[in-house]
Each structure stands twice: as C-alpha cells, then as structure tokens.
C-alpha cells in the first residue's frame, strides 16, 4: 500500500534532481554538525550512514537527528542482511522516514522490510515511509546481473535502487573508481527500471562524474565524505563553511548539467 506522502517523495526523486549526504562519521555529535551544513547547502536527503549507526546506536541517532532536524528526510543506511523487520521498525520508531537495505540479503528480507513500512504507513499516512534496496556493486555486477537484482527488489515491494560501488572495492583497486564500471551498470539500471523507482547512484561521486551521468539521465545522486571531490579522502572534520562550500558546488554543477 502507499500514501501520499509516501507517493509525493516517490515521484520527486524519479523526476528532480535530489542530492543525499551520507553521514559516515564515527560519532553523532560530528554527524549532526555535517548534516547541518550539508542542509544548509541543499541537499534533500540525510543519511545516517552505517558507521555513524553502529558505533553510536540506531535508538540513540535516529531520535537525536530527528529532534536536530524535525522537517528533514531522513534515511538509514542499514546495509541490512538479515533480520530485516526488526531493523526497520527501530528505523520508523526512531522517526526515520527510509531504510537502505542490501539487495543482496534477498527477497525475503525485501518483502518483510516493505510489510513494516506498510504497518507505519497505515499507522501515520501523512509521514513518508520508503524502502531502498542497495546493489552492492561489483558483487552483484555487471549489468545484466544488477538490472536482474533490481527487477526482484522492485517486485518485492521496494520504492527506490541503488547503485554502490563498494568503499572497500574502490580503495583495493583505484582504477574501478575512476573507471566506466559504475556508470555503465548504474546507467543499464536507470534505463530499465527509472520510470518506476528512483535510482541513486552511490560510491565516492566526484564533480566530473556525476555531471555525465547527470547527461545521461540520472537523477539521484549521493554525496560521500570525499564531497565530490576526485579523490578518497573524508571531509567531514573539515570546517562547516567548507563542507557547505563543497556539497553546493556538486549540487551547482550537477543542476546544471
């Protein structure tokens, strides 16, 4: 079942550009001022990434960023493998509005995270409750294999895919980085299942990338700690203007694309 909140947030991230800032700090006191800048410089989605979740606990961030950001969306980056359900009632308790699950966890989990969602939905149809499904790229690579996947998720239930070069992949062999990998999957993704969910593209974006994919029709982009930046480098104890200053250039220059 949908809502319309749930419908309007959908039908935004298909159409519009949308920008998502991944926390990925290792405390919330660091998470909560990164997120403050990135909204300041216009993003339209926090996330709470997975090292910020599991180093300080989902019942304690996902209430905090809330209570920080009371008319934000909120996204948590669960990278969710198994005990689906469970995880995403404490990501909807705490006042989350999407859970980031791994695709490759299954179609079971698929099914059990969308059924909580759908209780929340019922429960408060004036908040917006999505499901994300990640494509760990190159494990469920190339694209013949992630559009597979991202047919399953969807018939799963689910409201938007991801497309995410994996951190630990990138760092072992740069060259996947700065390659046509992810582009051409998450490319071959969009084309066959962009008219029905949104499709992020996710995994240490820079400025030169993105604007191409922007070219070719991608519309939901995530901005890691490298702030679009070519390089791997985390940003996030940078000071707050220049964290602002950067994710407002991406943004900037992916608008204009």
Request: net charge negative.
């Amino acid at each position: 079942m949908s809502t319309p909140a749930s419908t309007r947030v959908i039908d935004r991230l298909k159409t519009r550009y949308s920008f998502q800032i991944s926390v990925d700090t290792d405390n919330l006191p660091l998470g909560l001022t990164v997120a403050e800048a990135a909204l300041a410089a216009g993003v339209d989605l926090v996330e709470m990434g997975t090292p910020l979740l599991k180093t300080e606990g989902v019942k304690h961030v996902v209430p905090a960023f809330r209570a920080r950001f009371p008319e934000a969306l909120l996204l948590a980056d669960m990278k969710t493998m198994d005990g689906g359900s469970f995880e995403a009632r404490s990501v909807f308790e705490g006042g989350g509005n999407i859970i980031d699950f791994l695709a490759i966890a299954g179609v079971p989990s698929a099914k059990g995270i969308c059924g909580v969602r759908d209780e929340y939905r019922r429960a408060n149809p004036e908040v917006p409750r999505l499901v994300f499904a990640d494509i760990l790229l190159p494990h469920q690579g190339p694209a013949d294999t992630a559009i597979e996947v991202a047919l399953r998720m969807l018939d799963a239930g689910v409201d938007g895919i991801g497309a995410h070069l994996q951190l630990d992949a990138r760092r072992a062999d740069p060259s996947l980085f700065h390659s046509s990998y992810l582009a051409d999957v998450v490319g071959a993704v969009h084309h066959r299942v962009g008219a029905a969910a949104s499709v992020q593209v996710v995994g240490g974006l820079y400025l030169e990338q993105a604007i191409a994919l922007a070219k070719a029709g991608l519309r939901a982009f995530v901005i890691s700690g490298n702030l679009g930046l070519p390089d791997a480098q985390a940003r996030y104890a940078n000071p707050p203007a220049e964290i602002r200053e950067h994710i407002a250039a991406f943004i900037a220059g992916v608008s204009k694309a």
